[in-house]
């Protein structure tokens, strides 16, 4: 058994699915709350990842940052996390709420029109190359080892702890706090919750701001570890993190992260093990999606919807 | 009622042939069919035109600027010295990007429409060489690229007396960086990651053979181009491993490899990149970081020129385009000598053109075979010295 190429795909796959996991959440509660499948959300992910270089630039570049690397890090995330939940709360008053109560088909449309809305904007104002997070020069990226055959970068370790720790952040809100309890109501039974004097709006708002915020964590965290952004990154990133909350349990916040983890492990171990891993891990991944809707339909940990019939 | 319906359907007919007929008589004048377009005579004029095809932007364009910057350095020093003007008619190709070869496609077909354009700059990738064939060879065009290496371009037939390079082809190229690898830097052990495009894979594939028929103990795996999470396939590449080889074409992308190799506690690795990777963004991986590039004559006094006029600095990857630029323009001027000239002459030109060494910044002389190769072709290694590439080889 090769023990450092297993360690090193464990902790490639964890890091990669810290990310996916951030997706994924965005993902699931919106569905949760709406039954709404936001695809507009693999390119707010990605608009973060872009707040965040501009912060970056903003504060003299990776080279000669005005404040210390670790500080001017902090400010990307919260300036990206702001910026990318209002950004969604704009996404959800212009584009999804006029269509509430039209037929579900609507708002999805209305969703790939945003997608591809900021996929543009996005190329029309900062073109298609690539931009360099420099992570190197802006935080010196360390590697630390446990004997021979564990490496863990310092970048890894924050990816994964800040990840960790915003799932834990989201789970307080949604379990302990009055607007969290909102939530569940308004994703329980929508009109039942408004009856009870709900404000249904300030729940989706904030879903959205949450969603969106932590997507935009999620983006800056991708600059960090594998150093370079684009314009089209959104894509491929939201439909893994679509992926990972479906193969969790769409609806069910501790399904989106263990979906975001499971699906980042696979694509490293595919890399790693599997024949053509490193060029086709994307094929095992979405066969790992096919598979698991043959074996359980609603993911690990989503329950079935008992329609009274 | 049955007549008189047949009758409007008629008249809309015929009214909807004439609107056609008025219509194609009155659009400007397009090239038809390749013999129509190769032998259509132009009036050569005070101002020829020249399409120059880079990728202006996407993931290549850090050194399709410098190819761009390289032609326009050419074009303006022309236009300096000479009453007729060279104008460029520029296509962006996008090379690397999510849309493949087709804005390349869409900007050959827009350069063959073009009734005026006598010759072609360009493509910058060996892919994009091959997908823009059928139009610009349809067109009649011949077109001279100043990076595109793939050894079989010019071997298969394809676009023979159509196509040119003023870089030597990869099989060149690899005889050079196999023997640097054994004979220079003695190593056993290398890893090799193609990025499973045409010129990536070519390469590839002749270090490899080359590198094991030395004895060398060779890895093989591949990568996207779109992707950008090394990490896992790094962890792939067993510890012992001296050297990585990188024959790329996206130098951003080839620096996040770098960068996560380092991450991984893998800085003592040796990274080696092809012509394609020639450029600052990798460089700047630091000491053991090495590439193949072209012969470029760093002595030449156009070289000093060029980094005067760019801020310092020198952007060498694009030097081949000059050359390009120089055959192209060279070829229209002797083709317009009596004022008028066909694609057809210019390519005859092209095929026959001879530039002496000390006129080339190649610093070699430029004259083609019959596969549109040039005859002379060696290739150069270089070695990461402070972030600044150094030829050692």
Not at chain 2, 42 to 57: I, S
């Amino acid at each position: 058994m090769n023990w450092s190429l297993f360690f090193g795909e464990l902790v490639s796959g964890l890091t990669l699915g810290s990310i996916y996991a951030l997706i994924a959440l965005g993902y699931t509660m919106v569905y949760g709350i709406l039954k709404l499948l936001n695809f507009a959300h693999g390119d707010v992910y990605m608009i973060g990842a872009f707040v965040g270089f501009f912060i970056l630039e903003w504060l003299g570049g990776p080279l000669s940052p005005v404040v210390t690397g670790w500080l001017a890090v902090a400010i990307m995330f919260a300036v990206a996390m702001l910026v990318c939940g209002g950004l969604g709360v704009g996404i959800e008053r212009f584009a999804y709420r006029p269509l509430r109560d039209a037929p579900r088909i609507a708002p999805l449309i209305s969703a790939l029109g945003v997608s591809i809305f900021l996929q543009n904007s996005a190329l029309l104002l900062w073109g298609p190359q690539f931009r360099d997070y420099n992570t190197f020069d802006l935080i010196g990226v360390k590697s630390y080892s446990i004997g021979n055959n564990f490496y863990i970068s310092n970048v890894q370790i924050l990816t994964i702890s800040v990840s960790i720790g915003l799932t834990i952040v989201l789970a307080l809100v949604v379990s302990r706090t009055r607007t969290g309890k909102a939530m569940r109501a308004t994703s329980f039974d929508r009109d039942a919750a408004e009856m009870m004097g709900i404000s249904i709006d300030r729940v989706i708002s904030f879903t959205f701001f949450l969603g969106s915020a932590l997507a935009a964590a999620g983006g800056v965290m991708f600059g960090l570890v594998f150093g370079q952004i684009f314009s089209l990154m959104g894509f491929t990133a939201g439909l893994k993190g679509f992926t990972a909350a479906v193969v969790g349990g769409i609806g069910s916040i501790p399904g989106a992260v263990l979906g975001g983890f499971l699906i980042g492990l696979t694509e490293a171990f595919a890399t790693g093990y599997l024949p053509g891993g490193s060029v086709y891990a994307n094929l095992y991944v979405f066969a790992l999606l096919i598979v698991m809707f043959l074996i359980r339909p609603t993911g690990l940990l989503g329950s079935p919807v008992i329609q009274k019939v | 009622m049955r007549k008189l319906l047949v009758a409007a359907v008629l008249a809309a007919a015929v009214a909807g042939l004439a609107t056609a007929a008025w219509g194609a008589a009155k659009a400007p004048k397009r090239v038809s069919s390749a013999s129509n377009a190769e032998n259509a005579l132009v009036k050569c004029g005070k101002t020829r035109l020249v399409g120059l095809m880079a990728p202006f932007t996407g993931p290549a364009a850090s050194i399709g600027v410098n190819q761009v910057h390289w032609a326009n350095f050419f074009k303006n020093a022309y236009n300096r010295s000479h009453k007729k003007k060279i104008k460029f008619v520029n296509e962006d190709t996008m090379l690397g990007s999510a849309n493949g070869t087709a804005e390349a496609v869409k900007g050959a077909q827009a350069l063959g429409s073009n009734r005026g354009v006598l010759g072609v700059v360009g493509p910058a990738g060996s892919n994009e060489v091959k997908a823009t064939t059928g139009a610009l060879k349809g067109a009649g065009l011949g077109w001279v690229s100043g990076s595109a290496t793939n050894t079989q371009i010019t071997l298969d037939g394809t676009r023979t007396g159509y196509f040119f390079r003023t870089v030597p082809p990869d099989s060149s190229q690899s005889k050079s960086v196999s023997a640097y690898i054994t004979a220079t830097l003695k190593l056993k052990r290398v890893y090799i990651i193609d990025d499973q495009e045409a010129y990536s894979t070519g390469l590839a594939d002749e270090v490899q053979a080359q590198l094991k028929a030395k004895g060398v103990t060779v890895g093989r795996d591949g990568v996207s181009q779109q992707q950008s999470d090394f990490s896992s396939i790094i962890n792939k590449i067993p510890r012992n491993t001296q050297l990585v080889y990188l024959p790329w074409q996206l130098p951003p992308k080839g620096k996040a490899f770098g960068q996560q190799m380092k991450s991984l506690g893998r800085s003592g690795t040796k990274l080696m990149g092809s012509d394609g990777l020639f450029d600052p963004l990798f460089s700047s991986l630091g000491n053991n970081v090495y590439d193949s590039f072209f012969p470029l004559n760093p002595a030449d006094k156009r070289v000093a020129a060029f980094k005067k006029s760019h801020g310092g600095n020198s952007e060498l990857f694009g030097g081949p385009s000059y050359v390009a630029a120089q055959v192209v323009v060279g070829a229209i001027d002797r083709a317009c000598k009596d004022g008028k000239a066909t694609r057809a002459e210019v390519r005859r030109q092209i095929k026959t053109t001879k530039i002496r060494a000390s006129a080339s910044l190649l610093g070699l002389p430029v004259a083609f075979d019959r596969h549109g190769d040039m005859i002379k072709k060696p290739f150069g290694i270089y070695h990461s010295v402070k972030g600044v590439f150094v030829r050692v080889a």
